[in-house]
């Protein structure tokens, strides 16, 4: 079951009320992830987590990346990525800030790139972000002008129990 909150939402941001991106943050175990794989298998799309998303990008970087097509194997260029992304009826991102540098409290060069990219990317088209981190947090984590592009958005605040242990 979506929390009411968050249903409440995602119907403004589907009828155009409300600005993306969707900004979805609270404890662990209290149903984001739920909420955003149900609306990729809903609407379609990707689902990655921010850590899977820098990865993948920096694997087609160093040209690491293979897809299957036609029965071939081929390599996959970083512009492939992009332009799915970009042409994604909805893209959702997990975990954001979720793997850090435990020296420097923040995320590598290169996923703050990638998450910042995509956010431009996907300015106006459906994006969900979700995270245990607060948008201060975030700040720490990123930095402002990440916050500021979430920020821009709908942001959801779940609460609760997590489903998986009850506290």
């Not at 809903?42 to 990865?55: I, L, M, V």
Request: proline fraction near 4%; hydrophobic fraction near 40%.
């Amino acid at each position: 079951m979506i929390d009411p909150t968050l249903r409440e939402s995602m119907n403004g941001l589907i009828q155009g009320k409300l600005p993306w991106p969707l900004f979805v943050y609270g404890p662990i175990g209290t149903g984001k992830t739920c909420a955003g794989l149900v609306l990729v298998d809903h609407a379609g799309g990707f689902f990655y987590t921010a850590s899977e998303w820098a990865r993948l990008l920096n694997e087609a970087n160093n040209g690491m990346l293979f897809d299957k097509v036609d029965q071939e194997i081929r390599k996959v260029s970083p512009q492939t990525l992009w332009n799915g992304i970009s042409k994604a009826k909805l893209v959702v991102i997990d975990e954001l800030g979720a793997r850090i540098d435990a020296k420097s409290e923040k995320v590598s060069e290169h996923a703050y790139e990638s998450i910042k990219e995509l956010i431009d990317l996907r300015y106006g088209k459906p994006l969900v972000l979700l995270s245990n981190l607060t948008l201060p947090q975030v700040a720490k984590v990123y930095d402002e002008r990440v916050v500021d592009r979430i920020a821009a958005g709908t942001i959801v605040n779940l609460q609760g129990k997590s489903r998986r242990t009850g506290q």
